[in-house]
């Protein structure tokens, strides 16, 4: 990748926001070194046959399928699994009576118990249906707001644009879990600020990357068609700039989805996750790693191995998309 | 080039006075005010509305953002900790270096790692090797930081013996030269992440800078395989980096907030932590604007080596 003359590296000109991916808090992907995948088109949806071909490309890849399934199994796990296996989960006090505390696996406890005398088997179904709820959820707002953010600066350009880009610069050199911690110190947690919270430190790469996106639309002769004929602003960018990104919308909610949960986890294990007496990943694993030096590995490995099965599966799913994509750009 | 430097020194400037009015907007969002905070829910309106009229917070917004920006320029101030009984600025400077050292010494440390390992998988493409080192990459770019701190831990500190779970209580930013044992595992466990990005953005790089024209004409002039793998494709996959490197400051900086967490260094990032469950709010919202300002210098250093490095921005008037 070598970049172009007077190739600014920092701030944005179109040419650098569309061939690097990147510009943020966070580290670049690994996957993400392939360009962005920009369908384009004025048609706003794709037909069947597409629709078809994507999911070809996209079960040819087997990684991915295994993926999707890991996903799958999981929400399946968290939200189906407490009905299959029901285990008490909140009442503290009938959990220290009834079982041991630390217990190792056997004896009706198939992952032990913590320190607590909970059932971990059952807490990482009860766990993880926080970190999938909160992980989702703000991943969607994020899109959702970043995507309405860029597509406006994107659209409307001048100062408008200047200003709104300049806002998205600052927030996102500020170290992204300093933000959080601030946040979550001055407006205390509950599972619905942390969706918020953590939605608001993760909106601004896609208002990035939509913003470029619509750069590039907005220049296209059928919206151009569509300014002629007197459609309004509102239209343009509801019914052509969005829909016409939607690839890269997409894309970039799966990936966050996987990013969101890894961010709630830091947050669990730093003490500031999902409060008592429910719990997430990250608390489970923070509780098990306080007592790390006992060896009470039950309360460390299932857990860490759900959390990182769980963002791989994310990640690989947010690749294949990408790349079904792609070809149905390639082969149009 | 000159041009250059003095806008992204300006870039750096308005990023830095931003971040300062984001914090000052935060502060103003706590619920019931600072005085509420301070002194906490018990409060009087009597002694809420003297602890207001002592901090000026009785002043318009407009002189109290003026204070603020007053303070941070002139006076190094950056608000009082009622926990620690001293001024933020103060509690944060013993701080800084220990991060600022924990930082820089990963990154060297994922540079030097990363960017052998990236020519590797070049010359070995499409080889085992080149798989593997990719499927690793990916599988520790999913590791949260924290585990992999935790494993680190378990293995080499509790039952291997090796490294100590953390460093010393005593050690100074200096320690890393004169005990750098006790500093192995942080260091270790901040760059890991990094080595998995580096590395596959040093693959990409050093693969676009192979198939350039210039590579193809050095070939055939006849220069030997390492002249053109070395001489030309590297340094030119080189410069990439530097970008990726000042884009990539802020999540290392992210991540050593949990590291010193897993390893109880006390840095900028326990220091935030302990703060926030302590409801110290000054200095939470200290940390994160030094923090930042720290970060935001590391990137234009980076920016700056990047336009020295490339002649297309040395010569140019960019």
Same mark, same amino acid.
């Given at each position: 990748m070598t970049p172009p003359d007077g190739f600014d590296p920092v701030f944005n000109d179109v040419e650098a926001e569309t061939s690097l991916p990147i510009g943020s808090?966070?580290?670049i992907?690994?996957?993400s070194l392939v360009d962005e995948a920009v369908p384009e088109g ?78 971990? $088997? ?24 970043g995507t309405l953010y860029g597509a406006i600066s994107g659209f409307f350009g001048g100062w408008l644009d200047s200003l709104l880009m300049r806002i998205v610069d600052?927030?996102l ?31 601004l790469v896609p208002a990035r990357l939509i913003r470029g996106e619509t750069l590039s639309l907005r220049t296209r002769e059928y919206v151009q068609?569509?300014r ?8 343009i960018i509801?019914?052509h700039i969005i829909?016409n990104a939607?690839g890269t919308i997409?894309v970039f ?59 791989? &599966? ?15 750009l390639?082969?149009? | 080039?000159?041009?250059y430097?003095?806008r992204r020194?300006?870039q ?89 050292? $924990? ?13 052998? $390992? ?23 770019? &999913? ?97 990439p980096?530097?970008t990726?490197?000042g884009l990539?400051?802020? &999540? ?36 994160? $604007? ?13 920016d700056?080596?990047y ?5 297309r921005i040395?010569?140019g008037?960019g």
């Open positions: 808090g966070e580290f992907r690994p996957g004025g048609e706003a949806f794709s037909s069947g046959s597409n629709l078809r071909r994507m999911t070809r490309v996209f079960s040819e890849n087997k990684l991915a399928v295994v993926s999707l399934g890991i996903v799958i199994f999981f929400v399946l796990f968290c939200f189906v699994g407490p009905h299959v296996y029901p285990t008490n989960q909140t009442d503290a006090q009938a959990a220290l009576q009834n079982s041991t505390q630390n217990a190792p696996p056997g004896n009706g406890n198939p992952l032990g118990t913590d320190e607590n005398g909970f059932n971990i $088997l059952g807490r990482l179904m009860f766990g993880g249906q926080a970190s999938l709820i909160v992980g989702l959820a703000s991943a969607l707002v994020a899109t959702i707001f600052i927030l050199s500020v170290p992204v879990l300093f933000l959080l911690i601030a946040l979550v110190t001055i407006y205390h947690q509950s599972e619905v600020l942390l969706i918020l919270v953590i939605a608001f430190v993760s909106w068609a569509v002629v004929m007197g459609g309004s602003r509102g239209r509801n019914r829909p939607v997409v909610a799966t990936f966050q989805v996987a990013d969101s949960i890894l961010l709630l986890a830091a947050l669990g294990f730093l003490g500031l996750g999902v409060p008592a007496p429910n719990t997430d990943w990250g608390t489970m694993l923070s509780n098990g790693v306080q007592a790390a030096g006992n060896g009470y590995w039950w309360q460390i490995y299932p857990v860490g191995i759900c959390i990182v099965l769980v963002v791989i &599966a994310f990640n690989y799913v947010g690749d294949a998309l990408r790349d079904s994509l792609e070809v149905r390639q082969q149009r | 080039m000159t041009g430097i003095i020194l300006g750096a400037l308005i990023v830095i006075l931003g971040v300062i009015l984001f914090t000052f907007i935060l502060a103003q969002l706590i619920p019931g005010g600072e005085a509420k905070a301070v002194l906490g829910p018990k409060a009087t309106p009597t002694t809420i509305a003297l602890f207001n009229r002592r901090n000026g917070l009785d002043l318009s917004i407009y002189d109290q953002f003026w204070h603020y920006i007053e303070g941070i320029f002139f006076h190094f101030d950056l608000g009082y900790s009622y926990k620690y009984n001293q001024g933020v600025t103060q509690v944060i400077l013993e701080r800084l270096p220990k991060t600022l050292t $924990l930082v820089t010494a990963s990154v060297v440390l994922a540079l030097v790692i990363a960017i052998p $390992l990236g020519i590797l998988q070049v010359v070995r493409r499409n080889k085992p090797i080149d798989y593997a080192v990719t499927s690793a990459s990916f599988f520790f770019y &999913a590791m949260p930081d924290f585990l992999v701190g935790t494993l680190l831990i378990i293995y080499f500190s509790f039952d291997l013996k090796i490294f100590p779970s953390s460093p010393p209580t005593t050690a100074t930013a200096w320690s890393v030269f004169t005990d750098p044992r006790a500093f192995a595992l942080p260091i270790i466990t901040l760059c890991v992440t990094s080595i998995a990005s580096f590395s596959r953005y040093m693959r990409s790089s050093m693969m676009d800078a192979m198939a350039e024209d210039y590579i193809r004409t050095a070939r055939a002039k006849g220069a030997s395989s390492n002249r053109v793998l070395y001489g030309h494709a590297l340094r030119n996959a080189l410069i980096i530097l990726l490197l990539s400051l802020p &999540a290392i900086v992210s991540g050593a907030l949990i590291v010193e967490n897993v390893f109880n260094y006390p840095g900028m990032g326990l220091l935030t932590v302990q703060s926030a469950f302590n409801d110290d709010i000054p200095v939470v919202l200290g940390t994160t $604007l030094v923090i930042t300002i720290a970060t935001v210098i590391g990137s234009l250093v980076a700056i080596l336009a020295v490095a490339d002649p040395r010569l008037n």
